[in-house]
């Protein structure tokens, strides 16, 4: 079955620790992404790479990092940097139809740190 | 930069009734794409319907159809007949069709209820 995959499904961490979250796809998509989402947020762009060892920043990337060096895998690494880690991450990647980029979800990880 | 509003934080709607789920957005751009997507409570992001800004014609995909007001920049959605299964929250997103950016911007949400 084709699809997105993020491991693990909850994730735990104290304080200071870097932690990485893991997304794989078999879609043979070239775009992948990284959102956030918190209570009353809705998702909000943290990292995009639309080919393998390229990414840009999204809007809110501060104290995140990220590598693109194989297609199928966008792993994001959360740093101690990040003042509010404690929330739900979805990865996501896209192909383009006529109708747009759709993007297609993976069934997210929920961070908590303390 | 585009911006996307969902003014309406939570709906609740009887089985079999049919509700309609409010989003506007801000851009200035005349060529893009518009998506309702779903999250019901196992948290997976489930596209719901699209609709491209260059076709007139509102989309439909079975019991969900949208409202798309061009001028207005105003892009509804509604459930008809609406199941249990329909709870869930709803999120509205903007994409630009130029430039190569293949970006989402979202709203913030609307959580639907269904009362049997």
């Known amino acids: 079955d084709g699809g997105i995959t993020q491991s693990p499904k909850y994730l735990f961490r104290k304080e200071g620790q870097n932690v990485t979250l893991s997304c794989e796809q078999n879609?043979?998509?070239?775009?992948m992404y990284w959102y956030r989402q918190d209570p009353g947020q809705g998702l909000r762009l943290i990292y995009y790479?639309?080919?393998?060892?390229?990414?840009q920043k999204g809007d809110i990337a501060e104290g995140y990092s990220v590598s693109r060096e194989k297609k199928e895998s966008f792993p994001l690494t959360v740093t101690s940097a990040q003042k509010n880690p404690t929330a739900f991450y979805l990865c996501?990647?896209?192909?383009?139809?006529?109708?747009?980029?759709?993007?297609?979800f993976g069934p997210g990880t929920r961070l908590t740190v303390t | 930069a585009q911006t996307v509003t969902q003014s309406q934080p939570e709906m609740s709607v009887q089985e079999a009734e049919t509700v309609t789920l409010s989003c506007t957005y801000d851009?200035?751009?005349?060529?893009?794409?518009l998506f309702w997507y779903k999250q019901p409570p196992s948290r997976q992001m489930i596209l719901v319907i699209r609709?491209?800004?260059?076709?007139?014609q509102n989309a439909t995909e079975n019991r969900f159809s949208v409202n798309f007001q061009k001028a207005a920049k105003s892009f509804s959605l509604k459930i008809s007949d609406s199941q249990l299964g329909d709870a869930a929250m709803y999120f509205c997103?903007?994409?630009?069709?130029?430039?190569?950016?293949?970006?989402?911007?979202f709203g913030k949400g609307t959580k639907l209820t269904v009362n049997p």
């Open positions: 996501a990647s896209s192909i383009y139809l006529s109708t747009g980029y759709e993007q297609y």
């Open positions: 879609l043979n998509h070239d775009a």
């Open positions: 790479s639309q080919i393998v060892n390229d990414f």
């Open positions: 851009t200035s751009e005349s060529d893009y794409y």
């Open positions: 609709q491209e800004a260059y076709k007139q």
């Open positions: 997103a903007y994409q630009n069709r130029q430039g190569g950016s293949e970006k989402l911007v």
